[in-house]
């Protein structure tokens, strides 16, 4: 076991991975906005990552994409939407950033057990 090898380590491991794929979900969404017979694809987050804190974070990253239903269609059978997928990519980076500040405390509460509780 490292030290990097904690409980929550390795939520915020997976917390991270969890939202840079589904960013790239989001980017290729808005990608495809003009793509005839496109449908919007996601995951789900919080359900995702419960579901991998289930087995202690030992299987590999697969969260299950599903395509979003419920959003507008156009004539061509695209159902994409600009404004959704950018409150979507904003929501994703804050939640980065967030998971980003977490990790960060973590390394600080670490050197500080290794400096005798004294933080630099």
């Known amino acids: 076991m490292s030290l990097m090898d904690t ?11 969890l939202a840079a794929y589904r960013q790239t979900l989001i980017a290729a969404n808005v990608a ?10 996601d995951v789900a987050f919080h359900s995702e990552l419960e579901w991998a804190s289930f087995d202690n974070f ?6 299950f994409v599903r395509p979003v ?14 404004d959704r997928e950018g409150l979507l990519l904003a929501q994703t980076q804050l939640q980065f950033k967030a998971g980003i500040e977490f990790i960060r405390a973590e390394f600080r509460r670490l050197h500080a057990a290794i400096n005798d509780g004294v933080e630099t």
């Open 69 to 82: 239903y419920g959003l507008m269609e156009r004539p061509d059978g695209n159902n994409v939407s600009l």
């Open 32 to 41: 495809n906005i003009d793509t005839p017979g496109y449908r919007t694809r």
């Open 7 to 17: 409980p929550n380590a390795q939520f915020l491991e997976r917390y991270l991975d």
């Open 58 to 63: 030992q299987s590999p990253l697969r969260p």
